[in-house]
């Protein structure tokens, strides 16, 4: 088969979306013939896996090694610390490109719209994990000053942002955790992390995986109330006919059976820090405090539900208050419009059908395209973004041979000559790899941790350090 390349895809967003389509482009009959640029506006690769996922998920980390494989296969060129919109236009991608796909996710927080949502403690779930990851563009300092702290969600999300804060934060050294947020979960006062759902133990939106790693943490009891543990037919169907569910209740009903033989326990000493699990509670309005606590958090209102009978609830008038001078909400991701192209304000989406972006007309915008959390919102797993992306590069890989083409004309000037041109610090792929070394430097010169293990790395936080080191060719591979 020739190698010559007759067709060039631009993809924009290197988390795993990205990387899944351009991965199925290569692969693809003709992948040999087509090139594909990689862009993110991040010096290093990853998205959410780098970002977005807490820093003790080691087994959602490895993700990471199949995405490498990937990249280091060759074929496809990533092209970093390139901010679409800013750096480069649509336009301008179209001079160089046959298609763009878009895979930019969804970093923002989906909004909860009850009072005392604006009060100083009050934050986003995603925000914070954003914090606690090192995310470039975030402040390195984070508020940690309450004992008492509400999580408001029952997924995966509100799960990560309760064990981070209740965690001990040398139990993270083993982690990538980047230094200042170890310094500053270990100076937080935090005794107590409610984490509240609106329904019941067997509609948590959670995983096995998440829920049994609570239980992994040194030294923070895991509090049940046994008020909160309703099944109605609909419980009771699902976790008939739902293995996962069947899992966590069950998990959820044992931990309770234990934390009641250690309430009766005389020789039982309680930990130092707890993280409760609320459910049948849905939160109405965040209480502001008094005098020196005015305009700030100091309390949590929720209304009890009950179960209808279907595995939906419905508010019983009973309402209950918690003392908190922090609150999280977890209900949530949601997208960020992107410059030039059609958004869905009110699901945070790229409008589109079967992964082909459309216009206002309704009619697909010929060579754009759409795949990962800002095709289809903030749902699902890193899994199921595989069959997302196979959707999307379907249609473009059988439209490919009847779009208009590239509209540059002429002799091309290599993109990355063009951003260079522009001043714009482009980072490479061996540049990622220079990054990737030097953080595991820098874990290994910490030494030797009080349990005789290691840090795996640390993590570099500060974009002009990150482009720095991609870009010196200076590390050394180890």
């Given at each position: 088969?020739?190698t010559?390349i007759?067709?060039?895809?631009a ?6 979306a990205g ?6 482009i290569?692969r693809?009959e003709?992948g040999?013939?087509i090139?594909?640029d ?5 010096p290093?690769?990853?998205?959410l896996?780098?970002?977005g ?11 990471i090694?199949a995405l490498?494989?990937v990249?280091?296969r060759?074929?496809i060129?990533?092209?970093?610390n ?13 001079e160089?490109?046959d ?5 930019t996710?969804?970093?923002?927080d989906?909004?909860?719209n009850i009072?005392?949502?604006d ?13 606690y ?16 702290i509400?999580v408001?969600?029952?997924g995966?999300?509100a799960?990560d942002?309760a064990?981070v ?12 955790i980047p230094?200042?947020?170890y310094?500053?979960?270990k100076?937080?006062?935090v005794?107590d ?11 948590v ?16 009891d895991?509090?049940l109330?046994?008020e ?23 998990t ?7 934390q ?14 707890r ?6 509670q ?6 502001a ?17 009950e179960l209808?009978?279907?595995g939906?609830?419905?508010g019983?008038g ?6 908190v ?5 977890a ?14 304000a009110?699901?945070?989406v790229?409008p589109?059908e079967a992964?082909?972006?459309?216009g206002e ?7 754009v395209y ?7 919102g ?5 899994g ?9 590069v379907?249609?473009?890989l059988e439209?490919?041979p009847?779009l ?7 002799e091309?000037?290599?993109?990355v ?20 070394d ?10 030797e941790?009080p349990?005789g ?6 993590k570099?936080v500060e974009?002009?350090?990150m ?12």
């Amino acid at each position: 088969m020739s190698t010559d390349i007759t067709h060039r895809v631009a993809v924009v967003g290197a988390g795993p979306a990205g990387v899944y389509a351009a991965d199925i482009i290569a692969r693809s009959e003709h992948g040999e013939q087509i090139a594909i640029d990689l862009f993110d506006r991040y010096p290093a690769p990853f998205g959410l896996i780098r970002y977005g996922v807490a820093p003790d998920h080691p087994r959602i980390k490895g993700i990471i090694k199949a995405l490498h494989k990937v990249m280091d296969r060759g074929g496809i060129r990533f092209i970093g610390n390139v901010d679409f919109g800013t750096d480069i236009t649509l336009a301008e991608l179209q001079e160089h490109y046959d298609a763009v796909i878009f895979s930019t996710g969804a970093i923002d927080d989906a909004a909860l719209n009850i009072e005392g949502i604006d009060l100083e403690g009050s934050f986003g779930a995603a925000d914070f994990v954003s914090w606690y990851d090192g995310h470039p563009d975030y402040p390195r300092e984070w508020p940690l000053e309450a004992k008492e702290i509400a999580v408001i969600g029952n997924g995966n999300v509100a799960l990560d942002v309760a064990r981070v804060l209740s965690k001990h934060a040398d139990d993270l050294l083993t982690t990538e955790i980047p230094d200042n947020v170890y310094q500053g979960l270990k100076a937080s006062p935090v005794t107590d992390v409610h984490v509240f759902g609106r329904r019941g133990p067997a509609q948590v939106k959670f995983t096995p995986l998440e829920l049994r790693e609570l239980a992994h943490s040194h030294d923070v009891d895991i509090v049940l109330h046994p008020e909160d543990f309703e099944f109605d037919a609909g419980s009771d169907e699902a976790i008939k006919s739902n293995n996962q569910v069947k899992t966590m209740v069950n998990t959820l009903t044992n931990w309770l059976v234990e934390q009641e033989e250690r309430e009766e326990d005389p020789e039982h000493r309680p930990a130092s820090r707890r993280l409760h699990l609320h459910f049948l509670q849905s939160p109405v309005e965040i209480l502001a405090g008094e005098g020196d606590r005015a305009g700030k958090v100091d309390g949590i209102r929720l209304e009890r539900q009950e179960l209808d009978g279907t595995g939906n609830v419905r508010g019983t008038g009973e309402f209950l208050e918690y003392p908190v001078q922090a609150v999280y909400r977890a209900v949530g991701y949601f997208g960020s419009p992107l410059a030039d192209i059609p958004f869905d304000a009110d699901r945070g989406v790229i409008p589109h059908e079967a992964g082909r972006v459309l216009g206002e007309d309704g009619q697909p915008l010929p060579g754009v395209y759409a795949t990962g959390w800002i095709k289809r919102g903030p749902v699902g797993l890193i899994g199921h973004t595989k069959g997302d992306a196979l959707e999307t590069v379907g249609c473009l890989l059988e439209d490919l041979p009847a779009l208009p083409g590239r509209t540059g004309g002429g002799e091309e000037v290599d993109v990355v000559e063009l951003l260079e041109s522009r001043g714009v610090e482009v980072t490479s792929w061996d540049g990622w790899l220079r990054l990737d070394d030097h953080e595991r430097t820098l874990g290994a010169e910490y030494g030797e941790l009080p349990d005789g293990s290691a840090r795996e790395r640390v993590k570099v936080v500060e974009r002009a350090e990150m482009v720095g080191v991609s870009r010196s060719g200076s590390a050394v591979r180890v």
